[in-house]
Each structure stands twice: as structure tokens, then as C-alpha cells.
């Protein structure tokens, strides 16, 4: 992993830890284009909709928040 974790710009803690935020229900809708994928088209249109889930539109957002005063930051 190439995530290396810094101090803390504010306080220089070194107590800081990397949170990630998924934004987007892109699993339900996948799963759910999934199956209709495999309706209309079979085991191809599921591993299409599949496929479809995985570019979909989740979003990560990872930042880091300081376990010693509470900054976050990127
Ligand atoms: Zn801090």
C-alpha cells in the first residue's frame, strides 16, 4: 500500500487514522440492474450488470482525521 499516513498539521499527532466515506447506494442499484440485466438477457446481462455496478457512481472520499484533535484532512 502505497497510503502512507502523516502527522497531523495542526497538532503533529502521529495518532491519525485513515477513514474512507462510500457515498452512493451504487450496490442496491447495481444488484438490482443486475437482475434485470439477467431477465432480459441472461447470465450475460447479469455479468453485465455486474460489470456496470463496478464503474457505477460511487464515490470514495478518504481522508484522515486526527485521533488527538479531531482535524481531518486529506
Ligand atoms: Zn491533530
Known sequence: ???VIVGCPKCGSQNVRVVSDVTGS???FGA???CLGY???G???LLCGLLGMGEGRTKTTTYR?????G???K
Open 39 to 41: 431477465i432480459c438477457f
Open 65 to 69: 482525521v486526527c485521533g488527538n484533535c
Open 71 to 73: 482535524a481531518r484532512f
Open 43 to 45: 447470465p450475460i446481462g
Open 26 to 28: 451504487t450496490k442496491g
Open 1 to 3: 500500500m502505497s497510503n
Open 32 to 34: 438490482g440492474k443486475g
